[in-house]
């Protein structure tokens, strides 16, 4: 396995295969999201054109079975921004992890412990203090839930996030199966960079660094 983080124009090359495996892993509970078509690649395209953002490969020999984003929320989606600025938050201060997408063989190898340093790493190197990403909110009696699904909740806060669920989102999409698209709630987790200790001590920086 290799890890790799691609930036600007060498992102290009690699997005047909990075659509394809978005649309594979999103496709999945709980986003169940129903990949448009070519959208997945000019989403992709935009973190080329974004100078600070990041996308960090792993690879399989030559193929790449997961991916995960960074960039300046300044340069992200606006329902993001809007969110942050309303709660009195300087997006300006934060790197905003857009997903981390991995195929299901390659789960609990410690791939997403790797793509989290690798993140923050970027993030650290652009100079922002804070990192942040958000998650779908779903019933958890919603009966498609598969049996067995764990959330990633505590492997989260063993990174070192901590969740705010006063902190959310919408966003549209079309679920499988149905025929338009509808809302999504998604909240936010949050982690101070400064330290690179898990656990209590970065929550805690994290909260002295909000207003």
């Known amino acids: 396995m290799k ?3 691609v930036t600007g124009a060498g992102l290009l090359p690699h997005v047909p295969a990075l659509a394809r495996l978005r649309a594979t ?4 509970w709980p986003y169940l999201y129903q990949a448009p078509e070519g959208e997945e690649a000019r989403y992709l395209r935009h973190y080329a054109e ?4 990041a996308v960090i490969l792993a690879r399989d020999g030559e193929e790449i079975v997961g991916a995960a984003t960074c ?3 300044a340069a992200t989606h606006g329902p993001v921004r ?14 905003y992890f857009g997903e981390s997408v991995l195929l299901a063989p390659y789960r609990g190898q410690g791939l997403g412990v790797a793509f989290f340093a690798a993140r923050e790493a970027h993030a650290k190197r652009l100079g922002l203090p804070l990192a942040t990403f958000c998650a779908v909110v779903r019933n958890s009696n919603d009966p498609r839930r598969p049996a067995g699904y764990t959330p990633l909740d505590a492997f989260w806060r063993k990174r070192g996030y901590t969740h705010h669920p006063e902190l959310s989102c919408v966003f549209d999409w079309t679920e499988i199966g149905d025929a338009r698209p509808s809302p999504h709630a998604l909240s936010f987790w949050i ?12 929550a805690e920086r994290e909260s002295q660094a909000q207003p």
């Open 3 to 5: 890890i790799e983080t």
């Open 25 to 28: 892993v999103f496709a999945e």
């Open 50 to 53: 974004d100078q600070g953002a």
């Open 71 to 73: 960039q300046p929320m």
């Open 82 to 95: 809007a969110c942050f600025e309303a709660s009195g938050r300087n997006p300006l201060e934060y790197a």
């Open 191 to 202: 982690k101070a960079l400064g330290r690179d200790r898990e656990g209590a001590p970065a």
